[in-house]
């Protein structure tokens, strides 16, 4: 039976006060990547506790590499008040000053789901992560705020049953990119992946992994 990955609970200086975050560290011998999980919108019940975003970590795990789970600023503890996707964009940022500052030879991921993969996206552009990952992007959003696609390796998933963010409008948006990010399209999923958590971790885990110690990944 495989070791439970260790958890720390954070508070971390933001610049509109504390963030509240989740740690999850996989049991290993050296630390290759950290991953920071941005989750969906704040103004609709979005927190780190989303199911997606836990199956974001769960995959991060998997694959050996540190999951950084945390409350944009007025979710949960973390304090502060929303702030219309702009300064989510700089609490990503003093994620990130952490995650540097403590594990500096490390690989930054980037990953988000719906609002959170609009705010990762567009931060990536500033931090230059090695790895991002969009699920069911808000591309009504990110195509008018994205004013040049992430050059670094981009991975979209997306449910075909999506009532909120539509399939074709993330095929038509990814079709406009140039570098495309890799789309996986899950045919049965809807906005929230409900009955395909376990297939949307399996794909995260195949596309992306395993990072190894001299950061090849397998073909």
């Known amino acids: 039976m495989a070791k439970a990955s260790d958890r720390e609970t954070l508070r971390l200086h933001g610049p509109a ?25 704040p103004l609709h019940q979005g927190t780190m506790q989303n199911k997606v ?22 979710v949960g503890g973390s304090d502060g008040v929303y702030a219309d996707g702009e300064g989510e964009i700089e609490d990503v940022e003093a994620v990130a000053d952490y995650v540097r500052e403590r594990w500096p030879g490390a690989e930054l991921w980037l990953a ?9 996206a567009r931060a990536a552009g500033m931090l230059l992560p090695t790895q991002l990952i969009s ?12 004013t040049s696609p992430p050059a ?10 999506d ?9 038509d948006w990814v079709n406009t990119l140039n570098p495309a990010p890799e789309l996986v ?7 929230f992946f409900h009955g395909c958590l376990v297939e949307l971790r399996n794909i995260l885990v195949n596309k992306l992994g395993p990072v190894t110690e001299n950061n090849d990944r397998k073909s």
């Open 17 to 41: 006060g504390n963030l509240e975050a989740v740690l999850e560290i996989p049991p290993q011998t050296a630390v290759k990547a950290v991953a920071i999980l941005c989750h969906p919108h």
């Open 135 to 146: 699920i069911a992007p808000a591309v009504n959003i990110l195509g008018r705020e994205l």
């Open 152 to 161: 670094m390796p981009w991975l979209v998933v997306q449910g075909e049953k």
């Open 185 to 191: 399209l899950l045919p049965e999923a809807g906005h």
């Open 112 to 120: 988000g789901f719906s609002f959170g993969a609009v705010v990762s």
């Open 53 to 74: 975003v836990y199956t974001l970590a769960r995959a991060m795990n998997e694959l050996g590499i540190i999951a950084l789970r945390f409350n944009f600023r007025g």
């Open 163 to 171: 009532d909120v963010v539509p399939a074709g409008e993330v095929v």
